[in-house]
């Protein structure tokens, strides 16, 4: 017996199983017109997209159709919390091949709802695209509001702490762990066994696949007064620098704050929050990990040093091709 | 001598040569950032996206790089268009092939920006995504402003005027042309050679690639009093269909006013604008096409009949998986 697929259904079963899994609409318009029409309080929208691609971003092995909706959701949410924003929708952008099954894609629409409804109760899929590709892929777009000044990348002041909410490097622990022990010998990827894992391990690999980056504290951070803040994709160092450099200061960091490993300082894809906030005013659910200095040689010190890696994967260069 | 690639660029070099493409950012925050900020004049944003996926979307014996950057550019802003609303930001997510060449992205950037200066002045890219990816996919989500109530497919009345801004079937002839006349023996798509067409040829098969939606038609249709609207991107009579369901009205179309092509009736990519208006209201623009008559056995009548033929197509049941 076979999985029911997307090619079978068509695409107008597949459009009203999606619908089906989604929480209500509360848009003015939601999804069925050609467009959605969202209120916008303040007066101002914030808007990001961000893509996930089977390869180079997942592997089907690895990720279930729950997950891969919300790691899409998650990522895209926290975009919109690293400018101090309040997401409010996502329009979700499928590409798949005719054979994906049916169910699969219900999974990833319950993941997309649970995601919102976890991360960032009030937004919810107020609209999207289906098309045919040879290659799942999966577009999200999220709108925000902001009820303040957005906080940009480039307002770090020197005498400014530098503060963390959320994970250092657990995301790329769990990816080390996947693609040292769960590959076969030719290296495809295989199916994690929960049960050769130990806690740690487990937590390391839920937050490669199913990130919870902390949505609500953007918001709440920009109300405390962050200066600058942005969410860590390509891991600590590298996103420190590109903070550093729009704000024309060092950021000076201290892996004690960190716990010691090493992987804190290169490993993304835990789109924990980075933001400065004035001394003494870091608040509940960041950590502090360093002080902002004075623009000097190096745009990022850590322990005083200049880092001697920095992290961070080019999609073009550093991409094996394997699926999986 | 070979072509430099995105694979030998790599992510940030081809990310600044988008960007010195595009035109400059007209919002409080643009391309940089975690997100995008735009002024909402009215306090609501339309928002709605758009795929086109190499293979089932587009070939690229058929289009060129700047074709088809102002072909997703036009599909979306149309969706905007459709609603009684101005766009004011595209997102692009692009998605492409470490092989795919440098200059082919810039011409893509240049088609972008080009469709927003001629179709919307005043949009511009304001924010995007870029991945690797073995399918060259262009996600595109467009954003628009409203200052009045969002015209949607559910207001058509009996008594209105059923009337159509743009072309109906042409960019289908300018498909039939591609399909019957530039393919290889093996049915490979081959580059078009514009001395073998007529200058009516030329003109269909530009409107597949390059479509030209009366994007400020849909605008001013609201403020001239349009009932229900939406863009004709399946064919007329389906999406007529879908437009008279959501009224629970029929919608009574005249051939002759469409100039006696079958096409025009099941012919889909245009992105012609229907509408429907109050007697003696059709602003200038549209043409009428047709009336407004109550529910009945039939959605939609062509000539007073049931039509045979709805057009359309199903992305998952009707690709043939050919790329080209």
């Not at 180079?56 to 891969?68: I, Q």
Request: net charge negative; with cysteine.
């Amino acid at each position: 017996m076979h999985a029911r697929t997307v090619g079978q259904a068509g695409e107008t079963e597949v459009l009203r199983r999606i619908l089906a899994r989604l929480a209500p609409s509360t848009a003015e318009v939601g999804p069925g017109d050609d467009a959605a029409v969202l209120r916008v309080a303040g007066g101002r929208v914030v808007a990001s997209t961000d893509t996930l691609v089977h390869g180079p971003d997942f592997r089907l092995a690895w990720s279930s159709g729950h997950d891969l909706g919300w790691k899409a959701a998650a990522v895209n949410l926290a975009d919109i919390a690293a400018m101090g924003a309040r997401p409010i929708a996502l329009l979700v952008a499928l590409t798949m091949p005719d054979d994906t099954p049916v169910a699969f894609v219900e999974d990833l629409a319950d993941g997309l709802r649970q995601a919102c409804l976890s991360l960032a109760p009030g937004c919810a899929v107020e609209g999207g695209d289906l098309a045919a590709s040879d290659t799942l892929t999966i577009a999200v777009t999220a709108l925000g509001t902001l009820d303040g000044p957005a906080v940009r990348r480039s307002g770090a002041r020197p005498g400014d702490i530098v503060a963390l909410a959320g994970h250092a490097g657990l995301a790329a622990h769990g990816l080390q762990i996947l693609f040292e022990r769960f590959r076969d010998v030719d290296g495809h990827a295989v199916p994690v066994d929960p049960a050769v894992l130990t806690p740690a391990e487990r937590r390391a690999v839920a937050a490669q696949v199913r990130p919870e980056p902390p949505i609500a504290l953007g918001h709440a951070a920009a109300h405390q007064g962050a200066t600058a803040m942005m969410d860590v994709s390509d891991g600590l160092v590298l996103d420190a620098t590109r903070l550093a450099i729009a704000s024309r200061v060092c950021l000076e960091l201290a892996t004690a704050a960190l716990g010691g490993d090493p992987l804190a300082l290169i490993g993304g894809e835990d789109h924990a929050l980075l933001a400065t906030f004035p001394r003494d005013a870091v608040p509940a659910g960041f950590r502090a990990i360093g002080r902002v200095t004075p623009h000097g040689a190096h745009p990022v010190l850590v322990d005083g040093e200049a880092p001697t890696c920095r992290g961070g994967w080019d999609p073009y260069s550093d991409w094996d091709q394997a699926r999986g």
